[in-house]
T-cell receptor, first 119, second 114 residues
Framework: GAVVSQHPSRVICKSGTSVKIECRSL??????MFWYRQFPKQSLMLMAT?????????EQGVEKDKFLINHASLTLSTLTVTSAHPEDSSFYIC???????????????FGPGTRLTVL | AQSVAQPEDQVNVAEGNPLTVKCTYS??????LFWYVQYPNRGLQFLLK??????LVKGSYGFEAEFNKSQTSFHLKKPSALVSDSALYFC????????????FGQGTTLQVKP
């Protein structure tokens, strides 16, 4: 089946540092990936759409300069949390479409998530 | 605006009993509905989806969901619950416009007790 991986699974960093999270589609190509944020016992909040070869599109209220997204290949998208602060601590999850395109009838496959803790 | 509601924060059921996790939706146009399950500190796993056709959709791990247009519901069901089914369940609706974006409900914790 379609597998999406994330690295690292867990990261702890000091306030003010930057952290990069990788999202990879292991057995398929993905033109589009999505980044979500999830607070404890809460739903997923869509942060941005990552498009291969072009700029990411961010949801309203998400700071694009803080959450840098790069989708350099059809199997890799990265989310960099710049100058992280404790309020950025969260569970970050990515997803991707195995068909290589996007359709609201397609099934997204999700990565296992990355737990970010900013001290 | 499109939205999804899961009215129950938690559902408790005894092992072997049937379970239902409720979901209602509000969309303009045809609804495209999904159920995902999340185990602790893990990403989401796809269970099933409704796009068109038969109102009863069968999915992974013995789960099924019934699409009810008149009640705008898409409840998740399983005839006999297992302790291992205990997890967080999310209903989601696909946004129109071919963006691939999903709007998630707030999630329902299912607790299956032996």
């Amino acid at each position: 089946g379609a597998v999406v991986s994330q690295h690292p699974s867990r990261v702890i960093c000091k306030s003010g540092t930057s952290v990069k999270i990788e999202c990879r589609s292991l057995d398929f190509q993905a033109t589009t990936m999505f980044w979500y944020r999830q607070f404890p016992k809460q739903s997923l909040m869509l942060m941005a759409t990552s498009n291969e070869g072009s700029k990411a599109t961010y949801e309203q209220g998400v700071e694009k300069d803080k959450f840098l997204i790069n989708h350099a290949s059809l199997t890799l998208s990265t989310l960099t949390v710049t100058s992280a602060h404790p309020e950025d601590s969260s569970f970050y999850i990515c997803s991707a479409f195995p068909s290589g395109g996007t359709s609201y009838t397609d099934t997204q496959y999700f990565g296992p998530g990355t737990r970010l803790t900013v001290l | 605006a499109q939205s999804v509601a899961q009215p129950e924060d938690q559902v408790n059921v005894a092992e072997g009993n049937p379970l239902t996790v409720k979901c209602t939706y509000s969309v303009s146009g045809n609804p495209y509905l999904f159920w995902y399950v999340q185990y602790p500190n893990r990403g989401l796993q796809f269970l099933l989806k409704y796009i068109t056709g038969d109102n009863l959709v069968k999915g992974s791990y013995g789960f099924e969901a019934e699409f009810n247009k008149s009640q705008t519901s898409f409840h998740l069901k399983k005839p006999s619950a297992l302790v291992s089914d205990s997890a967080l369940y999310f209903c989601a609706v696909g946004l129109s416009g071919n963006t691939g974006k999903l709007i998630f409900g707030q999630g329902t914790t299912l607790q299956v007790k032996p």
